[in-house]
């Protein structure tokens, strides 16, 4: 079974950071996988934000270019999003995903990714 933990959400104020973290299971080894961060807000629908291919390669929703960074820790089996410069339209339930990096597809379709997190709650007030 794969188990993806997110954590590290939280309320903050407008153009403070936060850093999210996927922890995955050990049966489940993140350099194999591609994974990606989404977030939903109440009344949206599920968004990319960033995705990480597991030959290294990243791609970010066009909101958060410039201000977020994926990466990921091996040695951890962890996914990072570092969140800088928040937004109050930053604020939404955030989501780890996973999947298979074979066959290639967009890495911000949800439909794609069969493994998810619980989701941490990221708040951000003016």
């Known amino acids: 079974e794969v188990l993806l933990v997110e954590s590290g959400g939280g309320s903050v104020q407008a153009g403070e950071s936060l850093r999210l973290a996927c922890v995955a299971s050990?049966?489940?080894?993140?350099?194999?996988?591609?994974m990606a961060w989404f977030r939903q807000a109440p009344g949206k629908e599920r968004e990319g934000v960033a995705g990480?291919?597991?030959?290294?390669?990243?791609t970010y929703g066009d909101s958060v270019k410039g201000r977020f960074s994926v990466s990921r820790d091996i040695a951890k089996n962890t996914m990072y999003l570092q969140m800088n410069s928040l937004k109050p339209e930053d604020t939404a339930m955030y989501y780890c995903?996973?999947?298979?990096?074979?066959?290639?597809?967009?890495?911000?379709?949800?439909?794609?990714?069969?493994?998810w997190g619980q989701g941490t709650q990221v708040t951000v007030s003016s």
């Open positions: 995903a996973a999947r298979l990096c074979w066959p290639r597809v967009s890495p911000m379709d949800p439909s794609r990714y069969a493994y």
């Open positions: 050990n049966k489940f080894n993140v350099s194999s996988y591609c």
């Open positions: 990480s291919e597991s030959d290294g390669g990243t």
